[in-house]
Every structure is written in C-alpha cells, then in structure tokens.
C-alpha cells in the first residue's frame, strides 16, 4: 500500500521486504567499491581457517542490502510521496553472518511515530535483516522525517 503521509503509518504496522540471496559477486563488488578486503570475505583458505568456516559477506553490505530492500515493495510502500529526508540510524547490531548463498530479507516495524511540528513528524522503525533459516543477521532502528497531512 503507498503512503503519502507521516499519518499514514501506525505503530505496530509490520512491513516485509521481498528476499534476496547474497552472492559472492556481490562481496567482491562491495570490496572494490570500498577498499575493504578483508580476507575473511574475499579469501577463501583464510576465511576456512577463521571463526565462520568460510567467507563471509561485509557487515556493511548487508546493512546496505537490509535498508534497501523494502523499497521493492514500491517507492512509497516504506517511505511515504511526502518523504523530507532520512534523520538517522541507532542500535546497529550484526549478530550472525551472512554466508555467501543465503537469502535475506528485511522485517520492518513501526516502534513510535513522533510528531514536530504541524507540518512534520519522524517515523521510528526497528529493522531485522533475516535469513533463509530464520536467523536474525542485522538489527538496526531508523528514523524518517517525513510530511504531516495539512490542517485544513
């Protein structure tokens, strides 16, 4: 369903992304795009011999993949026609890897809608990037700044 304004949320409203699965095409373009190549995501005897057993993707590029993936659903599906800007990220957590492979998708949920002002008002998510096998991989809370509906 499209939003157009901040009123058009609610807390509790639970939104699920569309899956994708993580390839090692993507780890190397991640690793080329930021200079991070860390052999536990780009070399294979090295990431065997270390904690996971195998390579592993970016925390990053997962938290990327997690932000991004609701917007599958539609341009104002997560982020309302009147969106101002993107106010924030807290309580970022990476709890389990992400291995090359695994499919993953975003459980978004409305934790509290504050009000600004007449004219705006911040929507807080918290957002779990989940795996194929039901494990939590990413959790992060947003806040978007978004349009209130006119008075009149």
């Known amino acids: 369903m499209e939003k157009e304004y901040f009123e058009d949320f609610y807390v509790g409203e639970k939104i699920i ?9 993507d780890i190397f373009a991640f690793a080329s795009f930021t200079g991070d190549w860390h052999p536990y995501h780009c ?3 090295v990431a065997r ?6 390579r592993i993707a970016h925390g990053m590029l997962i938290l990327s993949l997690g932000i ?4 599958r659903l539609g341009q104002y599906a997560v982020t309302p026609k ?7 990220m ?7 890897p992400c ?3 695994d499919t993953i998708h975003t459980e978004v949920e409305i934790i509290a809608m504050n009000e ?22 990413v959790v992060f809370t947003t806040q978007t700044l978004v349009g209130r509906k006119p008075l009149s």
Not at 68 to 71: A, E, G, M, V
Request: proline share 5%; aromatic share 10%; no cysteine.
């Open 90 to 96: 807290e309580k970022v957590k990476f709890l389990a």
């Open 99 to 101: 291995k090359i492979g």
């Open 49 to 54: 011999k270390g904690p996971f057993g195998e």
């Open 43 to 45: 070399d294979i005897e």
């Open 82 to 88: 009147k969106f101002i800007a993107f106010y924030g």
């Open 17 to 25: 992304s569309p899956a994708r699965t993580v390839t090692e095409a």
């Open 116 to 137: 600004k002002n007449d004219s705006r008002g911040v929507v807080v998510s918290e957002n779990k990037v989940v795996n194929q096998r039901a494990e939590t991989i």
């Open 68 to 71: 991004s993936l609701p917007f």
